[in-house]
């Protein structure tokens, strides 16, 4: 998620409320997501505020409070994306959200990895690539993704079971445009459930 901020000094002066403005779209290709539903909760709102995206995936939310927010972000045929830990003062304030196509399915052949089977290696692919939010806001620690690795060598069906803030999809993207030896049984390639262990340290400013 990549946040860009545009606020009014002379606003933020003079009351505690804020616009929120942005952008929704689609992770793999950068196109606008239209329909999609955004919703904004905060200890500082009331309930909580939602909006649709229009055709240009934009979306303006008007009146909120100043605090730290959480937004739920919901698609037909995305992945949901809940990002928190958002603090907004007060003005006017821009974000853009890039969330993933939900993955193809696997089918039921996958089975959990175990020490009888020789271990996937990677042969080619990226390592995860910090997110600005996560470089400002000093997000370091350990990660943990159980993915399918296939027979072929895709990585696919990858879900956080421990996460960090603003660093979960470039992790999970990551990982899913990678290319694995797979595992073998018995010295054939399976698909299996794998568990990946990831550790993340900040870049050298």
Do not use: W
């Amino acid at each position: 998620m990549v946040f860009t901020f545009a606020v009014c000094g002379s606003a933020a002066a003079q009351t505690t409320t804020v616009v929120l403005t942005g952008v929704v779209v689609d992770a793999a290709t950068q196109a606008p997501l239209p329909d999609a539903v955004i919703v904004a909760r905060s200890p500082a709102l009331p309930g909580e505020q939602s909006v649709v995206t229009d055709e240009s995936g934009a979306f303006q939310m008007t009146l909120l409070p100043a605090g730290t927010y959480s937004l739920a972000v919901t698609h037909e045929g995305f992945e949901s994306f809940s990002p928190d830990g958002l603090t907004i003062k007060g003005g006017r304030m821009r974000i853009r959200i890039a969330v993933a196509p939900v993955p193809p399915p696997v089918g039921d052949t996958a089975i959990e990895f175990n020490d009888s089977m020789t271990l996937p290696s990677m042969v080619s692919g990226p390592d995860p690539e910090y997110t600005p939010d996560a470089v400002e806001r000093g997000i370091e620690g350990s990660m943990q993704v159980r993915c399918v690795i296939t027979a072929d060598g895709q990585v696919r069906s990858c879900k956080v079971l421990k996460g960090l803030p603003f660093m979960n999809g470039a992790v999970v993207g990551a990982l899913e445009r990678r290319k694995y030896r797979p595992a073998l049984a018995q010295g054939n390639p399976v698909d299996v459930y794998y568990t990946f262990n990831i550790r993340l340290k900040l870049p050298p400013r």
